[in-house]
Nanobody, 118 residues
Framework: QVQLVESGGGLVQPGGSLRLSCVAS????????MGWYRQAPGKQREFVAS???????NYADSVKGRFTISGDNGKTTLYLQMNSLKPEDTAVYYC????????????WGQGTQVTVSS
């Protein structure tokens, strides 16, 4: 099993930056893809970004050019560097993993709140 714990959320002004972290533990060897979804109040959960073991990244159009997903050298922590933040980025951000042989997210973190406001 994989356990995920997010952190780094908070309140930031429009145009500001924030870095989210997701610490993974458990059967790390089984992780093939890690990424982030977000959910704003009253809205559907939406894909934000993902990264594969090989380092290939994918981003939602809404965050492309502003957000960067990465992992640390020890492959235990996932990051989401968020720059040029907009009020529309306000949401709870959830870290997820896709394990080997699985085609959709199967482990989720508890979420961390990001609020972009003046």
């Amino acid at each position: 099993q994989v356990q995920l714990v997010e952190s780094g959320g908070g309140l930031v002004q429009p145009g500001g930056s924030l870095r989210l972290s997701c610490v993974a533990s458990g059967t790390i060897f089984s992780i093939n893809i890690m990424g982030w979804y977000r959910q704003a109040p009253g809205k559907q959960r939406e894909f934000v970004a993902s990264i594969t073991r090989g380092g290939s990244t994918n981003y939602a159009d809404s965050v492309k050019g502003r957000f960067t997903i990465s992992g640390d050298n020890g492959k235990t922590t996932l990051y989401l560097q968020m720059n040029s933040l907009k009020p529309e980025d306000t949401a709870v951000y959830y870290c997820y993993t896709i394990t080997l042989g699985i085609g959709q997210p199967n482990y989720w973190g508890q979420g961390t709140q990001v609020t972009v406001s003046s």
